[in-house]
């Protein structure tokens, strides 16, 4: 180990010699066709405009999370001597520039670094990662068009079966009665109509999902590598400030500790891949932990906060209405979702939505320490007819961001989860937040966890990278189709270090002051026996 140290420190003290960076470019065509002139999709289709906005991709390229993806899998941080992943990622972003030529439909990438050959290997590498991401999206929307299709098929076919069972029901009372039923005939004839028209509708469906199928065969990303990047066609450019010789201790160690956590990176990533392309899913990515939250630290890492924020940019892809439903599923109870719930929902709020998050793990709550709250007034007593919904929703210190805690548990929660006040409670906050975020109880271990799952837009697996598989969760998803749901979305949770919540105080007068029209929160705080309480005051979005 020491004399493999004292070689990386050689060569890291080599590349630091030389007095001149190269730069590298790469060209990327962006075939967009006319996908910005058509009219907008449906609400229940997949937006294809946003894959073709020029704009969006180059951002998407200059994204911090794309260019971390890129630090793990190059092992950027032994080969730059930099301390930690993040510092890395930063130093990537200095050396790389893009440009857009929106009339040309090309994007240049340029990248510099002290040798021409590793110039030109980080500017492939971020290209074809670039691309991979690009591939991915057009595979899963022309999937989900597919599974679309297939749906209403099967809908059409028991359309079909209904009427065609109606008919031989009512031939048979026919001869029964001799024909002397009155309507009968009637009645036959307008099914035999319903018949027709139903049989053409399916003929309709199978021919589309045949081309679907077709499609989703052939798809291709409208991004394509018009140039790579070649070590004899790198030029030398300004010359940049260089470490000095005191830091050769620091790059030692900064060595051993890349070398002990070597491979990590591609171990990840590939992991990762291998997600989007097994399970065909619209959304994956890391969900890192640290111990407390969004809401009230405001000095983490900025990779952790890249880290939901591109979370964030892929639910906004998923087809959804004015308001998406998602509910968050641990794959075991030890998943961590109530902190990337937490994280997830501040960063949707941060970029001006309106979120709504309830726990309903009634009998393992685990959000209300990260709001500061108590778990009770909540969910079950809302559900239960004891109290009204403007006592149980708490508006939170972060704008646009609203809890609603579990509440107690109820000796029947499957039952509270299936009854008509839960689709009354959706329906109102569906017209009242941009995204509602419901944590549900691990789906394998009660039964109203695939109730809440059936209910949503959406189902996200949250699972502890490193101790999941890819065959666990085909497994979940198999659960979840049984139980009418779809799985969209995979959640992947890192440690990063830190100290978990402090639990609220039990007592609900000590609970952070809500305001209630018409009073005042030191009103409210001096009732007795009683906790202050808050109206849900939230404008649609326009």
Not at 121 to 131: G, P, T
Not at 167 to 176: M, Q, W
Not at 287 to 298: I, N, Q, V, Y
Not at 496 to 524: F, K
Request: aromatic fraction near 4%.
């Amino acid at each position: 180990m020491l004399v493999c140290s004292v070689v990386f420190l050689g060569g890291a003290a080599l590349r630091k010699s030389l007095p001149f960076p190269y730069e590298s470019v790469v060209c990327i065509r962006w075939e967009s066709g006319k996908a910005t002139d058509e009219p907008a999709p449906s609400p229940s289709q997949f937006r294809a405009s946003r894959l073709n906005d020029f704009s969006a991709q180059i951002a998407e390229l200059r994204s911090g999370n794309l260019l971390s993806e890129v630090v793990l899998a190059g092992d950027l941080v032994r080969r730059w001597n930099v301390d930690h992943e993040a510092a890395a990622t930063r130093l990537l972003a200095r050396r790389s520039e893009v440009e857009g030529r929106a009339d040309e439909g090309v994007i240049l990438l340029r990248t510099r670094d002290r040798t021409a050959a590793a110039s030109a290997e980080l500017a492939n590498a971020i290209a074809d990662r670039f691309l991979f991401r690009k591939h991915a999206e057009v595979r899963a929307e022309a999937n989900a068009r597919v599974v679309r299709f297939d749906r209403e098929k099967r809908e059409r076919h028991r359309a079909i079966e209904a009427i065609e069972a109606r008919l031989l029901a009512l031939s048979a009372d026919d001869e029964a009665a001799d024909g002397g039923v009155e309507g009968g005939e009637d009645e036959q004839n307008d099914l035999r109509h319903r018949l027709h028209s139903e049989r053409n509708l399916l003929r309709s469906l199978e021919a589309k999902h045949q081309l679907a199928v077709i499609e989703a065969g052939e798809a291709k990303s409208p991004a394509r590598l018009s140039e790579r990047a070649e070590e004899v066609s790198a030029t030398r450019i300004i010359p940049f400030f260089l470490q000095m010789p005191g830091m050769i201790l620091a790059g030692l160690l900064a060595g051993v500790g890349a070398i002990l956590v070597g491979g990590r990176g591609g171990v990840r990533l590939q992991f990762l891949a291998d997600l989007q392309e097994r399970l065909e899913l619209p959304v994956a990515g890391f969900a890192p932990l640290c111990g407390t939250s969004l809401l009230t630290e405001k000095s983490l890492s900025p990779y952790l906060v890249e880290s939901y924020r591109d979370l964030r940019t892929k639910l906004k892809r998923l087809p959804a209405g004015d308001c998406l439903f998602v509910t968050l599923l641990p794959l075991r109870s030890e998943a961590g979702v109530a902190e990337a719930a937490t994280n997830l929902a501040c960063v949707l709020a941060d970029g001006g939505a309106t979120v709504l998050v309830i726990d309903a793990d009634f009998r393992n709550p685990q959000l209300h320490p990260y709001f500061e709250a108590a778990r009770h007034p909540g969910l079950s007593d809302f559900l239960s007819g004891e109290m009204r919904l403007e006592e149980t929703v708490i508006k939170t210190r972060r704008p646009n961001l609203w809890f609603m805690p579990s509440g107690p548990l109820h000796p029947d929660p499957g039952g509270l989860i299936a009854g008509r006040r839960m689709d009354d409670l959706l329906w109102d906050m569906r017209s009242r937040f941009d995204y509602l975020l419901i944590v549900a109880p691990p789906l394998h271990r009660v039964a109203e966890a695939g109730a809440l799952a059936a209910l949503a837009d959406g189902t996200a697996v949250v699972a502890p990278y490193g101790s999941c598989s890819v065959r666990q969760l085909q497994k979940a998803r198999l659960a979840l189709e049984v139980a009418a749901a779809q799985l969209t979305a995979v959640l992947l949770t890192t440690k990063a270090g830190g100290n978990p919540p402090a639990s609220p105080p039990s007592s609900p007068s000590s609970l952070p002051p809500r305001e209630v029209a018409g009073r005042s929160p030191s009103e409210d705080a001096g009732r007795s026996g009683g906790s202050p309480v808050q109206t849900v005051t939230v404008r649609k979005r326009p």
